[in-house]
């Protein structure tokens, strides 16, 4: 199909800003600019006072299948996806079975080619089912289609473990993603440690335990050379040390997520479980360094940790209930609230969310050049809405933005030069 999307507000972050056509034929980009001309015949979306941008590039989500598919499969995953503007999604592999060998890989591949939605870019693990102690066959990971590598919630506490996959890691030109937690320093805790836990005699994570980690693999990474992704960051001391890591050269890209720079722990008051996710929600100091760390480039990318859990699971009490929350359909709007505050320009929100992403993990994705893949999401900046989880295109609901009002929607996304999400009424 041929596509022109008319009079929008275009921004490829970096190649171009400003009011122009986007022309797609054969799934790729073909022109870029003002007064484009289109084939008879092509679609028009008219995009006036709108703006059209890549579609956004996800480098941490959760998919749940294989092994989980009651809290999320690839299909629903995919569709919450695109319903957030997110073209492509690099899921993790704390799958059951892990996915940690090239028959697991090949499975999501499948699924995610089956359900036509999104790109998904599976993750593959470090170690033999992630459990910390021997390297998975990385070389097939990767060439079976993993784009980088990583044990998610079980980081690898061996350092020489860890090592080891950066070594192997480098030599197969991958990057290696950890979630930065010592869980010593971690065990039993349940939400940030601090003032609010003490109040709710909730066991704490302190920010240390994020810290310690941070510290440890920058080292490894600046011993090996290889490239490191720090996830979800939450702490002063993280964009601290990712900061003074970056000034020495060591090759170190760093993530947020929204509920990290837009919550605080006072949340989880009321034992809020919606509100329980890992790493913690923190204090307004963190969240201020976070944003600051946005701000100056300290953290490249944000990345929703999209991490769907059934309704009665989130129904336990506060130490049972499992962490984490869903994120890529509010991922928008508390992404724009950043740019009303002044932390962000509008173009630096989009970059943060489409090419930085994609520079990270080498992907070819995130851009509107003429012969780029035409992944595309056309947006309405000025949108305002209710947050509503019953309508969400994910099988699951925990949010702790339910009933917010937000500013910020998705209009049309294209993957691939196919229009795979329309919005409701949307004209």
Not at 76 to 94: D, E, H, I, K, Q
Not at 309 to 326: D, L, N, W
Not at 377 to 382: G, I, K, S
Not at 392 to 411: D, H, I, M, Q, Y
Request: glycine share 10%; aromatic share 4%.
């Amino acid at each position: 199909m041929t596509i022109v999307i008319t009079g929008g507000h275009i921004i490829d972050p970096g190649r171009f800003n400003g009011v122009g056509d986007l022309l797609i034929e054969e799934g790729k980009v073909a022109a870029v600019g003002p007064g484009v001309k289109a084939p008879a015949g092509a679609k028009r979306i008219a995009a006036k006072g709108r703006l059209v941008v890549p579609g956004f590039v996800d480098l941490h989500v959760h998919f749940r299948e294989p092994g989980f598919e009651y809290k999320e499969t690839i299909q629903t995953g995919s569709a919450s996806a695109v319903a957030g503007g997110f073209t492509t999604v690099c899921c993790m592999p704390n799958t059951n079975p892990v996915n940690d060998n090239q028959a697991i890989t090949e499975f999501i591949l499948e699924r995610a080619r089956a359900a036509g939605l999104a790109n998904v870019l599976p993750i593959g693990a470090i170690t033999k089912g992630s459990e910390g102690k021997e390297l998975a066959e990385i070389g097939d990971l990767r060439r079976a289609g993993c784009v980088a590598i990583s044990d998610d919630g079980k980081p690898v506490m061996n350092s020489l473990v860890m090592r080891r996959a950066m070594e192997y890691a480098l030599a197969f030109d991958v990057p290696v993603v950890d979630h930065c937690e010592d869980l010593h320093l971690a065990e039993g805790g349940c939400m940030n440690e601090g003032l609010v836990s003490t109040e709710l005699g909730l066991p704490g994570i302190p920010a240390a335990a994020e810290d310690v980690m941070v510290a440890r693999n920058v080292s490894l990474a600046e011993l090996t050379g290889a490239r490191l992704h720090l996830a979800h960051i939450s702490t002063v001391g993280s964009v601290r040390m990712v900061r003074e890591a970056k000034s020495r050269g060591i090759k170190v890209t760093a993530e947020a997520c929204p509920h990290h720079f837009t919550l605080t722990e006072e949340v989880v008051r009321g034992f809020n479980t919606l509100a329980k996710m890992n790493p913690p929600l923190r204090t307004w100091n963190d969240v201020q360094a976070i944003k600051e760390g946005l701000r100056d480039g300290t953290i490249d990318v944000i990345a929703t940790d999209h991490a769907p859990h059934a309704t009665q699971e989130k129904q336990q009490g506060f130490t049972e209930a499992p962490f984490g929350i869903v994120g890529l359909e509010t991922a928008l709007p508390l992404t724009l609230a950043l740019v009303d505050e002044g932390v962000l320009s509008l173009e630096s929100a989009i970059e943060k969310l489409t090419t930085a992403p994609a520079k990270a993990f080498g992907l070819s994705k995130g851009t509107l050049a003429v012969g780029a893949d035409a992944d595309v999401a056309v947006l309405d900046p000025h949108a305002q809405w209710e947050v509503d989880p019953a309508k969400f295109r994910s099988k699951s609901r925990n949010t702790p933005f339910a009933g917010w009002k937000v500013k910020g929607a998705v209009l049309a996304t294209i993957v691939g030069g196919r229009v795979v999400f329309e919005a409701p009424g949307a004209a």
